[in-house]
C-alpha cells in the first residue's frame, strides 16, 4: 500500500441485503467489509448470494492501484450498480467472487 492509504479485509457476521426498486438483489449472513482510507466501508457479497440472473455485465471496467482492475453489472435504468474484482491485487485476493454494491441495508 501507498504511504497513508490502507486497506483491510475481514469477514463480517452482519446481515447485508440489497434491494432495489422493491427487488432483492442480493442477501447474505457471510459477507466481507472492505475498509479503505478516505471510502466508506464496502460490504463484498460471494457471488452465491447474489441473484446473478436479474444482471446484465455492463462494458465498464475501472481500475483501482490497489485492488485491480473492476468489472461491472446493471439493471434497467441502473447502470454500474455493482462491481467485483475478478483478478483482484495480492493484498486484497479475498475479495475475489464476490461482489459489491453502491446501497446496501446492514442488519
Known amino acids: 500500500m501507498t504511504r497513508g492509504h490502507t ?4 469477514r ?9 426498486d422493491g427487488q432483492v438483489l442480493a442477501e ?5 467489509v ?6 466508506p466501508p464496502r460490504y463484498y457479497l460471494p457471488a452465491e448470494d447474489v441473484r446473478l440472473e436479474l444482471l446484465t455485465p455492463s462494458d465498464t471496467h475501472t481500475h483501482c492501484p490497489f485492488k ?3 468489472s461491472y ?5 441502473a447502470p454500474d450498480l455493482v462491481w467485483s474484482y475478478p ?7 479475498q475479495i475475489k ?6 446501497e446496501v441495508e446492514v442488519s
Open 87 to 93: 483478478d483482484p491485487k495480492p493484498d486484497v485476493a
Open 34 to 39: 472492505l475498509h479503505e482510507t478516505g471510502c
Open 12 to 20: 463480517s457476521d452482519r446481515h447485508v441485503r440489497v434491494v432495489h
Open 68 to 70: 485491480g482492475t473492476a
Open 73 to 77: 453489472w446493471s439493471l434497467p435504468g
Open 97 to 102: 467472487n464476490h461482489l459489491c454494491f453502491y
Open 7 to 10: 486497506i483491510t479485509v475481514e
Open 28 to 32: 447474505s449472513d457471510r459477507p466481507l
